[in-house]
Every structure is written in C-alpha cells, then in structure tokens.
C-alpha cells in the first residue's frame, strides 16, 4: 500500500483546508487510519484516526474544528480543517495500519506543509 497526500498549502487564520489521502492499494479487514502532523522541532502528534468499525478519535487541540472521513469507493482519506491557527502549522501524514492474518502492517505518506499564516 503506498499513501499519498494531497491538499496542503498556505492559508490565513481561520481559513479552512482539506487534505486527502490516496492509498493505491486495497484497505481492508481491520484497520486503523489517521492523520498525524509535526511542527518543527517537535514530536509527531496524532490529529485524528478512524477505525474499520467507523469510531474516531481527536486530539485535543483539534476537536470541534477537524473532521475524518473516508471514501471507501475511493480508497481515500480526508482531513478536513476549519478555523485554522498558526499553531496547526506543520507537515500532516497519513497513516495507516492494518491487520491481515494476525500480521499487523503500517505504512506513512510522504507528508504535507499546512502553514497558517497572515
């Protein structure tokens, strides 16, 4: 499975951004899938994540603003981002960890910049 992301850019304060996921192969079974990010000089932190059995999950600093989702039809995920702070800024990856057979398996994206500026 290779993921890549899509959909990072510059955007003022309070402006919103979608990101997305694209994976080229099959997600299937059980399967978590989520959206990290690090800011420079900091640890990778989870934003949000999703499950096979349709729970998700947020941080902190992003409830109520960021939304998961995914097109099944499409093997895409998305981030979708309102009232975006500076603070958000930082590189997002996809993520993506699957089960099959009692083997466990995880890839990542290549990453992508979201920075919140004026």
């Known amino acids: 499975v290779q993921l890549v992301e899509s959909g990072g850019g510059l955007v003022q304060p309070g402006g919103s951004l979608r990101l997305s996921c694209a994976a080229s192969?099959?997600?299937?079974?059980?399967?978590?899938m989520a959206w990290y990010r690090q800011a420079p000089e900091m640890e990778r932190e989870l934003v949000a994540d999703?499950?096979?059995?349709?729970?998700?999950n947020y941080a902190e600093s992003v409830k109520g603003r960021f939304s998961i989702s995914r097109d099944n039809a499409k093997n895409t995920m998305f981030l979708q981002m309102n009232s975006l702070k500076p603070e958000d800024t930082a590189v997002y990856y996809c993520?993506?960890?699957?089960?099959?057979?009692?083997?466990?398996?995880?890839?990542w994206g290549q990453g992508t910049q979201v920075t919140v500026s004026s």
């Open positions: 999703l499950t096979s059995r349709g729970y998700t």
């Open positions: 192969g099959s997600i299937f079974g059980t399967f978590t």
């Open positions: 993520y993506v960890r699957q089960e099959v057979s009692g083997l466990s398996y995880t890839y």
